[in-house]
């Protein structure tokens, strides 16, 4: 079982920036993947990047693509998300869901946390 906690969410000016950070704990067999969502309210939650673990491969919504990057630590269980010029679009929570294996014969899994507000209003 993992366990996700988000951090780094705020009130934030357009324009500016802020950093979330993701810890996870727990064990798992295998960790595929992780990444980040968000979801505005009354809208649809929304890929923002993720990256493939072992491979370091990101991929970055479009429309995020040069304001947003995503790292992680895989030592640490660690994920980041870096966001700069931020738009008050980008008000919503942010979540890092994991895909990763519980055990050698389970089935791949998504494990999210409970996210991090972040709100951008002057």
């Known amino acids: 079982q993992v366990q996700l906690a988000e951090s780094g969410g705020g009130l934030v000016q357009p324009g500016g920036s802020l950093r979330l950070s993701c810890a996870a704990t727990g064990r798992f067999f295998r960790l595929n993947s992780m990444g980040w969502y968000r979801q505005a309210t009354g809208k649809e939650r929304e890929l923002v990047a993720t990256?493939?673990?072992?491979?370091?491969?990101?991929t970055n919504a479009d429309s995020m693509r040069g304001r947003f990057t995503i790292s992680g630590d895989t030592s640490k269980n660690t994920l980041a998300l870096q966001m700069n010029s931020l738009k008050t679009e980008a008000t919503a929570v942010y979540y890092c869901?994991?895909?990763?294996?519980?055990?050698?014969?389970?089935?791949?899994?998504?494990?999210w946390g409970k996210g991090t507000l972040v709100t951008v209003s002057s």
């Open positions: 869901p994991w895909n990763a294996k519980g055990t050698w014969d389970s089935p791949a899994t998504d494990y």
């Open positions: 990256i493939a673990a072992g491979e370091g491969i990101t």
